[in-house]
Structure formats: structure tokens, C-alpha cells
């Protein structure tokens, strides 16, 4: 293979390594397993190399490569190999999680009931949730729960508009309160808690 | 409603979204603060709005690198260099 022409290996590898954590957090939500999440990282990392030549410097390196860690993803090969855990969401009312955190008696003391549902769930439970999600939903909420991100950013990442982003998002997180709240009641999350709330009580 | 009360709980309610993400103008930010600060209901929605995003994203943050994968993706950089 020729060298990137213009970017040294070193420039690149100065770029990608602060990326690393965050690019292994959205591969592990894009792929639901810890190893495909490594060889997806691996093989963007891979791809954004050979492409280095074409990267804009002063330009975006994040959205960048987070766009070809997506695009990678994309690939028949990995959509055959992901097979949903759970049953896909239809639809959620606004407030799913807070409305049945009330219903559920949890709005005691001084903690909020989302801290001490989410509190109480593992991060295998966050990303089953957000993997339940259909997948143009799933997409926008990977990247926006990855860390504190513009809508316009998840645009450029993901090349839609930014109005897609904001209903997809808006959409998504209802979904996403859904299936948390589903996730915590079938590992015994909000019965462990209800009865904490009772004893208190 | 007061004076200081310029959105509903409607309107208040259809911008929660953009203003937990610091999507609104600084117009609509002031309506929906002036509004939250007269309305305990929204006022608690919003706070249980906001800490879903904030726990669903320190969940997430707890998601670390495999030490094993820094040195696989530079070995396999360094591979790409020289073939």
C-alpha cells in the first residue's frame, strides 16, 4: 500500500489517540459486542489512515472519522452479524420514565427518580436499551449520549439534515425511556427499589 | 397568568428538548427559564429530563478502551505505513 501521502503516520496517530475511548464507546453501541466494537475501531481507524490525504485540515477530525467508523459499520458483513437482543420499540409516551417513576412510588426523599433508576442499572443495561432502538434512531442517539454534542455535528457525522437529527433525537430518547424503564423492570431494578421505598416509608 | 409567564406548559414542554441541549436562541432560553422558575410541575419535569441524559451519559462514559486496542490499532498503523 503507498504511504498517505501527505499525512504522516505520526500526525495521525497524534489524532486518533484521544479519540480511541469515545470511538470504542460508539463501536460497542454499533456493534453490541465488545470484540466486533474492536475490530470496528480497528478497521475505521484502518480506513481514516489510507484516507488520511483527503482529511481537511482545521476541519472536524472527530466527526471525520466518527463518520467513517459509522460508514464501516454500515457493511452487510456487520449487519449480518448483529441480531437484535430485544423487541423493537413501536412507539412511547413523553414522559415514559418519569411518568411511571412517579406511578411507581419512587419520588421519595431528596434523590431524583431518574438518578436513582439509572443509578441503578449497569452499563450493559444502558446499551441494551439503546441497541432496542430502530436503527436511524439508534444511530442519533449513540452519538448524542456518547458526550455533550451539537445536533449540527450529529448531522455532519451522520450526513442528514439537522431538522432529521432533532426529530430523530426527540423521537429516540422517548424510545429510549421506554425501553430503559422495560430493561429496569425485567431485571428486578424497580422491585428492588419499590421495596427500598416501602421500607423507608 | 403572571406577566413573567410568557410560554405555557404547552410551549414550555415542545422546547424542553432543545433547551436541556442548548438548541434555542436567547430569546427562547429566557421564556422557557422565566417560565420553569413559576411552574413547579415543568420545573420537575425538566429536572427529570435533564438527569436522564446526564446518567444515561455517566453510564456510558464508564465504557473504557481495551488497553489491548490502543496497541492493536497503532501496530496495525504502523503495518499500513510500511506495506
Known amino acids: 500500500m503507498a504511504k498517505s501521502p501527505e499525512g504522516s503516520a505520526q500526525e495521525f496517530s497524534a489524532l486518533i489517540d484521544p479519540l480511541l475511548t469515545k470511538s470504542y464507546a460508539l463501536a460497542y453501541h454499533l456493534t453490541s459486542s465488545r470484540e466486533a466494537a474492536e475490530d470496528l475501531v480497528q478497521e475505521a481507524a484502518l480506513l481514516a489512515f489510507r484516507n488520511f490525504s483527503s482529511f481537511q485540515r482545521g476541519t472536524n477530525f472527530k466527526a471525520w472519522l466518527f463518520r467513517i467508523l459509522v460508514n464501516a459499520s454500515h457493511s452487510q458483513h456487520r449487519k449480518n452479524l448483529r441480531e437484535p437482543k430485544v423487541t423493537p420499540l413501536e412507539d412511547a409516551e413523553d414522559l415514559y420514565l418519569y411518568n411511571h417513576s412517579l406511578e411507581a412510588g419512587l419520588d421519595r426523599g431528596s434523590s431524583n427518580p431518574a438518578e436513582l433508576v439509572l443509578g441503578s442499572m449497569d452499563v450493559e443495561h444502558i446499551i441494551q436499551a439503546i441497541e432496542s432502538l430502530p436503527d436511524d434512531y439508534r444511530l442519533v442517539c449513540a452519538l448524542y449520549f456518547l458526550e455533550e454534542t451539537a445536533y449540527q455535528e450529529i448531522a455532519d457525522i451522520l450526513e442528514i439534515p439537522v431538522g432529521t437529527v432533532r426529530s430523530r433525537l426527540h423521537r429516540g430518547r422517548k424510545l429510549l425511556q421506554k425501553s430503559l424503564w422495560n430493561i429496569a423492570v425485567d431485571n428486578n431494578i424497580i422491585a428492588a427499589l419499590k421495596d427500598e421505598s416501602e421500607a423507608v416509608k | ?83
Open chain 2, 1 to 83: 397568568m403572571s406577566q413573567l409567564d410568557r410560554y405555557t406548559c404547552e410551549e414550555t414542554f415542545n422546547l424542553l428538548n432543545d433547551y436541556v441541549d442548548r438548541e434555542l436562541n436567547e430569546d427562547q432560553i429566557i421564556k422557557v427559564r422565566e417560565h420553569l422558575a413559576v411552574c413547579e410541575e415543568c420545573a420537575g419535569e425538566f429536572a427529570f429530563e435533564a438527569q436522564v441524559i446526564l446518567s444515561v451519559r455517566a453510564k456510558i462514559s464508564q465504557i473504557n478502551c481495551p488497553v489491548t486496542l490502543r496497541d492493536r490499532v497503532l501496530q496495525a498503523l504502523l503495518k499500513a505505513q510500511t506495506d
